[in-house]
């Protein structure tokens, strides 16, 4: 055996050996964030909005049907509903219960991560209204789903071809916390394009997705 065939068979040993004990340690591989559910500056329950409110994801995700970006909310979207829900049914009950009992009159009950909203465009709960003044620094979101660089996804191509959020970001609206539900590598697109040309995923009738290298690397 030559000295290159010895490199070579060392080197598929090598990452071999990497790839097994990267996964026998719970290690995600470059790339692959599958199971990633960060902090977020604000405690966003997409279980509450997504699923007992059923706001529909596009209401709040306003590119993802017309531009290759989601895009991250903008604060205004929040406020379009929170300028005058300031606090959760429970918070406000206790507030009528206590305003009640002491014979007084109902403040405005405001939630600690509410709050931080409030700061961020600069609301002030007392007066309700916007004050200039009072603008801090913007939501600094943590972004969960990423794909390199040199990889091309267009949200618009899958929403329009009836592609729901869930086949590629889990059950969202059960998620208190949001995580990458899937890896997202190109092995995992690739065979839901095929899966769809050869009818296993029969959701997509008369779709051919391409499963052409140029067709994301170009």
Avoid at 95 to 101: T, V
Avoid at 133 to 161: M, Y
Wanted: hydrophobic share 35%.
């Amino acid at each position: 055996m030559t000295n290159r065939n010895i490199t070579i068979l060392l080197l598929i040993a090598l990452v071999t050996g990497t790839i097994i004990y990267a996964r026998s340690v719970n290690i995600n591989l470059p790339g692959n964030n599958q199971g990633f559910a960060p902090e977020q500056p604000i405690a966003f329950s997409h279980r509450l909005h997504a699923g007992d409110l059923q706001i529909d994801c596009l209401y709040c995700h306003t590119g993802a049907d017309k531009s290759r970006h989601a895009g991250t909310p903008a604060a205004s979207i929040c406020m379009n509903c929170h300028k005058f829900v300031t606090a959760s049914w429970e918070q406000n009950q206790i507030e009528e219960q206590a305003a009640q009992d002491e014979k007084r009159d109902l403040k405005i009950p405001v939630s600690d991560e509410l709050r931080k909203l409030y700061a961020a465009v600069g609301f002030d709960t007392e007066k309700m209204k916007y004050d200039k003044n009072l603008v801090g620094k913007p939501i600094e979101w943590t972004r969960i789903h990423s794909l390199p660089a040199f990889t091309f996804f267009d949200h618009r191509r899958h929403v329009n071809a009836d592609v729901t959020c869930q086949q590629c970001h889990g059950a969202v609206e059960s998620m208190e916390k949001v995580s990458q539900e899937n890896d997202l590598s190109m092995g995992w697109c690739v065979n839901c394009h095929r899966d769809v040309n050869n009818g296993i995923i029969a959701d997509f009738p008369g779709k051919h997705p391409s499963t052409n290298c140029a067709a994301c690397h170009y």
